[in-house]
């Protein structure tokens, strides 16, 4: 071979490595010839702006789980080519780019790795175009819960707000019976889980106490840079109490803002968000006792498994995992077991076999999750709260939700707003 042609062939393969990589494609080996085809599997997610740490973790929890499926042959022997793109947290972008996804990548399968101003644009997506669509993040109850939204090929593997309200609900109200707690105020960012999920905690905090009044509100624009309005709206407002469920560095940006006007020394306050490594460990000055339902930490589930799974991302990313990790590292053990199942990485019939299935995992309350048949959604995960300190383990002791009574408040929910 001559230097010219062997120079021309160096840059060519250099350009399309290159070009590959712009493009997001990661998490395949190197294929030799014969082997089976690669599956690719779009992600549309948010790598950029003020909750970039959304994407970076989703990403990684999905890495830290496809670098082992691969491993041990892929999807039905086919191995995992994630295309990553960001939609920089806008829905019409998400739509966009998932769109493009399946159409221009050839992608077979989508994590929907959105927060929920998103996920419901990509969900659109995944009904019209009838690709098999798993959904990492949203925690809006109805994306699941409202038949008019369900999907055959659609799954929330994530949290839901409705779980988290009832054992919210339940926890504060003993709260509030011990310490007096009766005039409520809300603070939590103005889009659909917002304001869904408010309205779900106050719901189940008047089911188990029936004396509350809720004396304010105050609804942040998502991503607002200044809280000053807000903390001083709640400060003149004087409740006992208040409930949140900003998120992310919303929530931080709250917290550090709020803590100049000593706010939680003076209020009780429940941030159903704040029990997450990525909220944790970025406040600057963490208040003491501010009461808040699991995210992600390590010490709960209190198993070797967790604490383990914990670990190793840690070692791997140099950074703690936070609740998008878990759920995007979850969705791959789905999908590997389903595959295993049907022997088949086909969306399909990946669907019907994730439909009712149960796989063992460290983050599930009995060691356990399934994704339920009826609504396609996540249920078994550890749910409970607790209250931080501001040093490790942040939440020392969390009191645990119990399954039987969520599913059964959940039913009844349903079936008041016409959701069976």
């Known amino acids: ?59 990684n929890g999905v890495m830290l789980e496809v670098e082992k499926v ?35 990548d050839g992608c077979e399968i989508l994590i929907d790795a959105e927060a929920s101003s998103g996920a419901f644009a990509v969900h659109e997506v995944a009904r019209d175009l009838k690709v098999l669509c798993l959904h990492t993040n949203s925690e809006t109850s109805s994306l699941t819960a409202d038949p008019k939204l369900r999907i055959p090929n659609a799954f929330r593997v994530a949290r839901q707000g409705i779980h988290d309200s009832i054992v919210g609900g339940g926890y504060a109200a003993k709260i509030a019976e011990a310490k007096k707690l009766t005039k409520w105020m809300t603070c939590s960012p103005d889009y659909a889980y917002g304001r869904d999920t408010t309205a779900q905690f106050i719901e189940y905090l008047k089911h188990f106490k029936k004396d509350i009044e809720v004396v304010g509100e105050a609804w942040p624009k998502l991503f607002q840079p200044d809280y000053t309005e807000v903390v001083t709206k709640i400060l003149q407002t004087k409740p006992q109490a208040m409930y949140s469920c900003l998120w992310g560095g919303d929530l931080t940006s709250f917290i550090d803002q709020g803590n100049i006007y000593a706010l939680f020394t003076q209020i009780e306050t429940f941030a159903v968000n704040m029990a ?14 501010i009461h808040s339902g699991n995210r992600y930490i390590k010490t709960f589930p209190k198993t070797a498994a967790n604490a383990a799974w914990g670990d190793a991302y840690r070692a791997k990313y140099k950074e703690y995992p936070t609740n998008w990790a878990w759920q995007n590292a979850t969705v791959i053990q789905f999908l590997a077991a389903a595959a295993k199942k049907v022997n088949s990485a086909d969306g399909a019939k990946l669907a019907e076999a994730l439909r009712g299935l ?34 490790e383990p942040y939440v020392p002791e969390t009191t645990a939700g119990d399954w039987k009574q969520i599913t059964e408040l959940e039913a009844e929910w349903k079936k008041k707003n016409n959701y069976t």
């Open 70 to 104: 691969n491993a041990a042959g892929g999807l039905a022997g086919r191995p995992i080519e994630m295309v990553i793109r960001d939609s920089k947290g806008a829905p019409q972008e998400a739509a966009r780019v998932a769109r493009e996804l399946v159409n221009s």
């Open 276 to 289: 997450d490594y990525t909220a944790l460990t970025v406040v600057k000055n963490l208040p003491k006792g």
């Open 358 to 391: 149960t796989i063992e995992s460290p983050f599930g309350t009995d060691g356990k999750l399934t994704l339920r048949a009826e609504d396609q959604t996540l249920v078994g995960y550890a749910i409970g709260w607790g209250t931080t300190i501001p040093a």
């Open 1 to 59: 071979m001559t230097g010219n042609r062997k120079s021309r062939l160096d840059r060519r393969t250099l350009l399309k490595g290159t070009s590959a990589a712009a493009i997001g494609i990661i998490g395949a080996p190197l294929i030799a010839r014969g082997q089976a085809k690669p599956i690719k599997i779009g992600m549309p997610t948010i790598l950029s702006g003020r909750v970039a740490q959304l994407g970076a973790s989703s990403r």
